[in-house]
């Protein structure tokens, strides 16, 4: 039986609830929540499964060593103890990435820089010759984290960041990041009966990862290659069973989703990347305008507006617009809306009934509802009322 052993699951910032219960949801032991991350146990097949399935997480990291360094010989001779055959011959290539957050060391690169001297000199003596470094596609992905005085170093079991699902060929300007598309589906609670709807879909990954989500196919089932294949330890066979396992996990999904552009050449981008996943049933793909568009009730939009560098018009009006267009032509609708620009927000003209913030990419943003009723929401709220008594 393989040995368990610990992982941290790296994600955005407000995403971590909705990770926590994707991997409880999995299975994963020992779950503890951080701030950007989520910590667990489980198995290599775990392990797989985890790169395959989880919509919320960047990577996965395997700690496989830690110790206290207070400079730059302390980290050199921490690192140079560590028996690195175990993962890797002079044949090999490597890559190092630094994170810090200490009084100690400033510069995450020099960390970087010192941890892949200590690795290549120590594998140099020990064989004489040295392992080469590729930062784009190397064999072994390692992380080194400093906080404070403690280093964590890490293997990184996914290579590519998992939010890179593989469908994405044509991209329009600054598109949102696959891993927070699916958060913020996650985070809204969608009923996946309700007609979901992108009316800004740009490049369509809201609409790719709501199929995903609703016909429960494992986000990362196409992806190319993980960063645990190059391991010496890598089990094809183990791998194979963990992927027919999540190929029968997919379900039937009769529920409605439709991506739309205003802009022709958008749409033709989003309709390339929805076949790149395989979902044309799932998703239609048209043009509209969502400022012109009529919507019947019980409708779910999700949309990613264009805000400051994609946007040649006035901000101001542009999201004042937004809000008529939402009271006007979609009542009954339920709306939710992620955006970069928190002064636009003040100008949609409506209260949302939740707010949540996040981050896309560093850019600090908001997650909002908003709740279109039929008439008021005083009416609302007393029909509803009478309607429970």
């Known amino acids: 039986m393989s040995q368990n052993f610990k992982m941290i699951a790296k994600t955005l910032y407000g995403l971590e609830e909705v990770l926590e219960k994707e991997l409880r949801q999995l299975g994963a032991m020992d779950i503890k929540k951080g701030v950007r991350m ?5 198995d290599q097949g775990f392990m797989y499964k985890a790169n395959m399935m989880l919509r919320t997480a960047i990577r996965i990291l395997k700690p496989i060593y830690s110790f206290k360094a207070r400079n ?7 690192v140079y103890q560590f028996d690195w055959s175990q993962y890797l011959t002079a044949h090999d290539t490597l890559s190092v990435h630094g994170t810090i957050a200490s009084k100690y060391f ?7 820089l010192k941890t892949k001297d200590a690795i290549v000199d120590q594998i140099r003596r020990k064989t004489g010759r040295r392992p080469d470094v590729d930062t784009s596609h190397p064999d072994l992905r390692i992380s080194v984290h400093i906080n404070d005085q403690t280093v964590d170093v890490s293997l990184d079991t996914s290579g590519e960041p998992l939010y890179k699902r593989g469908y994405r060929d044509k991209t329009n300007v600054a598109p949102i990041n696959e891993v927070l598309a699916a958060g913020i589906i996650l985070l809204s609670n969608w009923d996946q ?3 979901f709807i992108d009316p800004m879909c740009g490049s369509g990954t809201i609409a790719i990862e709501a199929a995903m989500i609703g016909a429960n196919i494992a986000p990362n089932i196409n992806r190319m290659e993980f960063g645990f294949e190059r ?13 027919e396992s999540c190929l029968k996990k997919m ?26 996943a395989n979902l044309q049933d799932f998703i239609e793909v048209e043009k509209g305008d969502f400022f012109r568009d009529h919507q019947s009730a019980q409708a779910f939009l999700m949309f990613n507006p264009p805000y400051d560098e994609r946007l040649s018009v006035d901000i101001e009006s542009f999201y004042a617009e937004i809000g008529n267009a939402l009271k006007q032509r979609y009542t009954g609708s339920t709306a939710w809306m992620i955006t970069g620009n928190l002064e636009a927000l003040k100008h949609v003209g409506l209260r949302p009934s939740k707010k949540i913030k996040l981050y896309n990419g560093k850019l ?16 609302h709220k007393i029909h509803g009322k009478s309607k429970s008594q």
């Open 38 to 42: 989520v910590e667990f146990v489980g």
């Open 72 to 78: 730059e010989v302390d980290l050199y001779d921490g």
């Open 106 to 112: 400033n510069h995450s690169q020099y960390v970087a």
């Open 193 to 195: 009966r309700s007609t």
């Open 231 to 243: 391991w010496p330890d890598y089990d094809n066979q183990l791998f194979e069973a963990i992927q």
């Open 251 to 276: 379900r039937e999904f009769d529920g409605k989703i439709q991506a739309r552009d205003a802009d022709g050449y958008t749409v033709e981008k989003a309709r390339e990347n929805v076949k790149n």
């Open 364 to 379: 600090e943003s908001r997650l909002v509802r908003y709740d279109m009723y039929s008439g008021t929401k005083k009416t």
